[in-house]
């Protein structure tokens, strides 16, 4: 299903009205709106987690009246900090000797950029 949707606010009626046919959930009647309601904000979820109410043109039996969706985070852009990278290199060897006895990978700071 290459048409998924990135959040729950670009779920609408139609959408979910095909997945719930294609998936034997619906026969009759016509999802005729979605309402989305965060449930995780606040909370340390990382992703996107809310309930989605359904609306109905006529009632049918099994269908629901509400579904959780669950999006992953959004990816966003990142880039070397400037700042954090040179307070790293300064502090380089430091932290090499301390580790001598185990090999680490040099540590390096990112920052998220605007989307």
Excluded: H, Q
């Excluded at 380089?92 to 990978?105: D, F, I, K, N």
């Amino acid at each position: 299903m290459g048409d998924w949707p990135g959040n729950s606010a670009a779920i609408d009626a139609e959408w979910l009205d095909n997945v719930l046919r294609r998936n034997g959930v619906l026969s009759g009647a016509k999802v005729s709106n979605v309402t989305a309601a965060n449930l995780g904000v606040g909370v340390g979820i990382m992703g996107e987690v809310s309930r989605l109410s359904i609306g109905y043109d006529k009632a049918e039996p099994g269908a629901p009246s509400s579904i959780i969706a669950k999006f992953r985070r959004p990816i966003r852009s990142i880039s070397a900090s400037p700042a954090c990278s040179s307070s790293i290199r300064a502090r380089w060897p430091s932290l090499r000797s301390s580790r001598s006895t185990r090999r680490s990978a040099r540590p390096v700071c990112f920052t998220p950029t605007s989307t």
